[in-house]
Protein backbone atom coordinates (compact mmCIF):
# COMPACT_ATOMS: atom_id res chain seq x y z
CA UNK A 1 0.00 0.00 0.00
CA UNK A 2 1.58 3.58 -1.12
CA UNK A 3 1.61 6.22 1.23
CA UNK A 4 2.32 10.31 0.41
CA UNK A 5 4.38 12.21 2.80
CA UNK A 6 5.19 15.59 2.75
CA UNK A 7 7.81 17.86 4.36
CA UNK A 8 9.14 20.92 4.22
CA UNK A 9 6.54 23.06 5.66
CA UNK A 10 7.15 25.80 8.44
CA UNK A 11 7.55 29.33 9.01
CA UNK A 12 8.82 31.96 7.12
CA UNK A 13 8.35 35.76 6.78
CA UNK A 14 6.91 37.53 3.67
CA UNK A 15 9.43 37.51 0.56
CA UNK A 16 10.56 34.31 1.88
CA UNK A 17 11.06 31.06 0.33
CA UNK A 18 10.56 27.62 0.97
CA UNK A 19 10.42 23.97 -0.72
CA UNK A 20 7.81 21.03 0.03
CA UNK A 21 8.48 17.88 -0.85
CA UNK A 22 6.03 14.63 -1.09
CA UNK A 23 7.92 11.44 -1.17
CA UNK A 24 6.10 8.08 -1.85
CA UNK A 25 7.06 5.29 -0.06
CA UNK A 26 6.47 3.19 -3.28
CA UNK A 27 6.59 3.68 -7.03
CA UNK A 28 2.59 4.69 -8.16
CA UNK A 29 1.87 2.98 -11.49
CA UNK A 30 -0.14 4.91 -14.26
CA UNK A 31 -0.37 8.05 -12.38
CA UNK A 32 -2.47 11.01 -14.61
CA UNK A 33 -1.94 14.03 -12.77
CA UNK A 34 0.00 14.87 -9.25
CA UNK A 35 -1.53 17.90 -7.60
CA UNK A 36 -0.29 20.25 -4.36
CA UNK A 37 -3.41 21.27 -2.77
CA UNK A 38 -3.73 24.00 0.19
CA UNK A 39 -6.45 24.57 3.01
CA UNK A 40 -6.35 28.00 5.10
CA UNK A 41 -8.29 28.36 8.13
CA UNK A 42 -12.35 28.47 7.22
CA UNK A 43 -11.59 27.88 3.97
CA UNK A 44 -12.13 25.27 1.33
CA UNK A 45 -9.28 23.54 -0.15
CA UNK A 46 -7.97 24.96 -3.09
CA UNK A 47 -5.58 23.04 -6.10
CA UNK A 48 -2.50 24.87 -6.16
CA UNK A 49 -0.50 23.34 -8.80
CA UNK A 50 -0.74 20.04 -10.83
CA UNK A 51 1.78 17.82 -13.16
CA UNK A 52 0.97 15.19 -15.59
CA UNK A 53 2.69 12.21 -16.60
CA UNK A 54 3.83 13.83 -19.50
CA UNK A 55 5.42 16.21 -17.40
CA UNK A 56 3.08 19.56 -18.36
CA UNK A 57 1.95 21.88 -15.56
CA UNK A 58 -1.06 23.93 -14.25
CA UNK A 59 -0.98 26.66 -11.55
CA UNK A 60 -4.08 28.44 -9.83
CA UNK A 61 -3.85 32.18 -11.07
CA UNK A 62 -2.59 33.18 -7.04
CA UNK A 63 0.53 31.77 -7.63
CA UNK A 64 1.78 31.93 -11.22
CA UNK A 65 5.17 33.10 -11.53
CA UNK A 66 5.83 31.79 -8.03
CA UNK A 67 5.62 28.78 -7.47
CA UNK A 68 6.55 25.48 -9.13
CA UNK A 69 5.94 22.28 -9.05
CA UNK A 70 8.40 19.60 -10.34
CA UNK A 71 8.92 15.54 -10.24
CA UNK A 72 11.57 13.33 -9.48
CA UNK A 73 10.88 10.09 -10.71
CA UNK A 74 13.92 8.31 -9.72
CA UNK A 75 13.15 9.49 -6.29
CA UNK A 76 9.42 8.80 -5.85
CA UNK A 77 9.08 12.74 -5.22
CA UNK A 78 7.16 15.25 -6.24
CA UNK A 79 8.36 19.19 -5.40
CA UNK A 80 6.91 22.14 -4.85
CA UNK A 81 8.87 25.52 -5.31
CA UNK A 82 7.50 28.48 -3.49
CA UNK A 83 9.05 32.19 -3.84
CA UNK A 84 8.35 35.02 -2.88
CA UNK A 85 5.44 34.53 -0.50
CA UNK A 86 2.68 36.28 0.82
CA UNK A 87 0.87 35.83 4.31
CA UNK A 88 -2.18 34.83 2.09
CA UNK A 89 -0.34 31.36 1.16
CA UNK A 90 -0.66 30.38 4.92
CA UNK A 91 -1.98 26.99 4.63
CA UNK A 92 -1.68 23.34 5.50
CA UNK A 93 -0.30 22.30 2.07
CA UNK A 94 -1.00 18.50 0.75
CA UNK A 95 -0.08 16.26 -2.18
CA UNK A 96 -2.21 14.44 -4.30
CA UNK A 97 -1.17 11.57 -6.78
CA UNK A 98 -4.54 10.66 -9.16
CA UNK A 99 -4.21 7.13 -10.62
CA UNK A 100 -6.37 4.06 -10.31
CA UNK A 101 -7.61 5.61 -6.73
CA UNK A 102 -6.32 9.07 -5.26
CA UNK A 103 -3.38 8.91 -3.09
CA UNK A 104 -3.51 11.95 -0.10
CA UNK A 105 -0.46 13.09 2.20
CA UNK A 106 -1.76 14.23 5.53
CA UNK A 107 -0.32 17.64 5.14
CA UNK A 108 2.30 19.74 6.26
CA UNK A 109 1.76 23.72 7.36
CA UNK A 110 3.23 27.00 5.94
CA UNK A 111 3.04 29.84 7.97
CA UNK A 112 4.16 33.04 6.17
CA UNK A 113 4.35 36.11 8.61
CA UNK A 114 4.21 39.95 7.50
Known amino acids: QVQLVESGGGLVQAGGSLRLSCAASRRIFMINVIGWYRQAPGQQRELVATISFRGSTNYTDSVKGRFTISVDNAKNTVYLQMNSLKPEDTAVYYC????????WGRGTQVTVSS
Open 96 to 103: HAESAYDY
